[in-house]
Nanobody
Framework: VQLVESGGGLVQAGGSLRLSCAASGHTFSTAALGWFRQAPGKEREFVAGISWIRSSPKYAETVAGRFTISRDDVKKTLYLQMNSLKPEDTAVYYC?????????????????WGQGTQVTVSS
């Protein structure tokens, strides 16, 4: 499966952004999709995930209540609505796909990755 992210940019603290991830290719084999982020000098970390089979999303504690993950099955697009952004949310955000049915926070379980989109939150 091929993944292409968009929607990143520069925003002031307290602002909002919506990221999109368009999927193509053998999407029938994709069981779950997730968003990860990586800040300079830090490891890639799980942000949010959602399964194509079960819609119950999963969030990292640092973003729960501020971010919302959703999917459009017809458009084969994954979204991440980010509200009340903080400077510590600054990172490159990646969309990823896994054949594991349940959402997993382990990036090594994801088979396909997008190229990433930069999100910068100014204070």
């Amino acid at each position: 499966v091929q993944l292409v992210e968009s929607g990143g940019g520069l925003v002031q603290a307290g602002g909002s952004l919506r990221l999109s991830c368009a999927a193509s290719g053998h999407t029938f084999s994709t069981a779950a999709l997730g968003w990860f982020r990586q800040a300079p000098g830090k490891e890639r970390e799980f942000v949010a995930g959602i399964s194509w089979i079960r819609s119950s999303p999963k969030y990292a504690e640092t973003v729960a209540g501020r971010f919302t993950i959703s999917r459009d099955d017809v458009k084969k697009t994954l979204y991440l609505q980010m509200n009340s952004l903080k400077p510590e949310d600054t990172a490159v955000y990646y969309c990823a796909a896994t054949g594991v049915v349940a959402v997993t926070i382990d990036p090594s379980k994801y088979d396909s990755w997008g190229q990433g989109t930069q999100v910068t939150v100014s204070s």
